[in-house]
């Protein structure tokens, strides 16, 4: 697997924390704007697009996650 798998700085944190505080509370719309924004600032972290990929498979778009992945 190629991508880091840490948080590198406190801005990424902080998204980070309102992406799992979306995902946890199921608000599907928040989190694909947070895990859409999140990887493009951070595309290196690979939990990102994992991320991104459960939404997405969440909202039925299979072809996407799989991309995602």
């Given amino acids: 697997m190629k991508g880091r798998l840490q948080i590198a700085t ?3 944190r902080r998204l980070w924390v309102r992406l799992m505080r979306a995902w946890h509370l199921n608000h599907e719309a928040c989190r694909m ?3 859409t ?3 493009r600032k951070y595309p290196d972290n690979v939990w990102g697009w994992v991320v991104l990929a459960d939404v997405l498979v969440t909202l039925a778009h299979y072809k996407a996650a ?3 992945l």
């Fill in 10 to 12: 406190k801005a990424e």
């Fill in 37 to 39: 924004q999140y990887t």
């Fill in 33 to 35: 704007e947070i895990a």
């Fill in 66 to 68: 799989h991309r995602a």
